[in-house]
């Protein structure tokens, strides 16, 4: 096997209940790059964990708190409704919880977590102040 024909692994969930999934991150366009980390954090797991889903603008002010990224979920053999929530950490958590998905820091042994949630404190409450700063630059 020649290193071109190396493949990365994709998971696919186990769970797939039927969803119907609409991210809102800001931009028209699955193509365009959205700078907002939130939005690459949410959209990375979703593609991860293979959920279908769909792209629109979205408006911070329309997000029920205040920023993007933000979803609407609904289930097509329901009348209900569709959920919106917002937030991508408590998104994933959701869905998480709803059995959408899988917790991908469960084989995580409690060490790893840590330094998986310290990680993740360091991206999204100190850099992401510099990112916002070069943005406009």
Do not use: C
């Not at 990375?44 to 979920?73: C, D, H, M, Q």
């Not at 959408?100 to 100190?126: F, G, Q, Y």
């Amino acid at each position: 096997m020649s290193p071109l024909d190396f493949k990365l692994p994709i998971v696919v969930s186990q769970f797939k209940p039927q969803l119907n999934l609409t991210l809102y991150r800001g931009f028209q366009g699955s193509s365009i790059y959205v700078w907002s980390p939130f939005v690459t954090k949410l959209e990375a797991r979703l593609r991860f964990t293979g959920l279908s889903y769909r792209n629109e603008a979205g408006s911070p002010f329309s997000g029920p708190r205040g920023k993007i990224p933000y979803v609407a979920i609904s289930r097509p053999d329901s009348g209900d409704p569709p959920t919106t929530l917002g937030d991508s950490t408590l998104i994933i958590r959701k869905l998480i919880d709803e059995g959408v998905t899988e917790d991908l820091n469960s084989t995580l042994d409690p060490v790893a977590k840590a330094h998986d949630l310290a990680l993740r404190a360091l991206l999204e409450e100190k850099l992401y102040w510099y990112q916002v700063g070069r943005v406009g630059k």
